[in-house]
């Protein structure tokens, strides 16, 4: 893989960082009932102390690599499931949609691992390590959301 491919995978994190951050407060503002109290002060906090701060390194390696992240007129968006449920109590649904797009962020991680490393890049190779670390740390607090719902 050359630089272009990670500069490539760096504007796809931020992309996916930036929606995630806007999903998951949309979420924490429209979920209802009480079993979504500690779901919400989880995305809220996520969105505010790691996805955003994920965002800002992604972007401020993307400047070290003379590129830079997209803007509102670039954004792509993919997370369809994570788009608030129609009923506002569905706190299942909105932590299905975290753990799938937690998975897809470990993915693009991984992916970007391998391609700093195949581009003699140990800095960014570095971050998306750190990066990796965050994502795979909120997927397993989601999925133990997840086991105290019944199918």
Known sequence: MTSDD??????TAY???IETVMNYLTNATVLD???AEEVKASLRTDATEEELLHAERI???LKELDAQPPASFEF???QENLQPPEDTAD???VIDGVIEYEEAAIDTYRSLI???REA???VTEDLAVTLLSDEESHRTEFRSFRKGYKE
């Open 6 to 11: 990670v500069i490539d995978l760096l504007r």
């Open 15 to 17: 992309n996916d960082e």
């Open 33 to 35: 009932g009480v079993a």
């Open 59 to 61: 972007g401020e390696r």
């Open 76 to 78: 792509e968006p993919h």
């Open 91 to 93: 706190v299942l649904s």
């Open 114 to 116: 391998a391609a700093a």
């Open 120 to 122: 003699d890049d140990p």
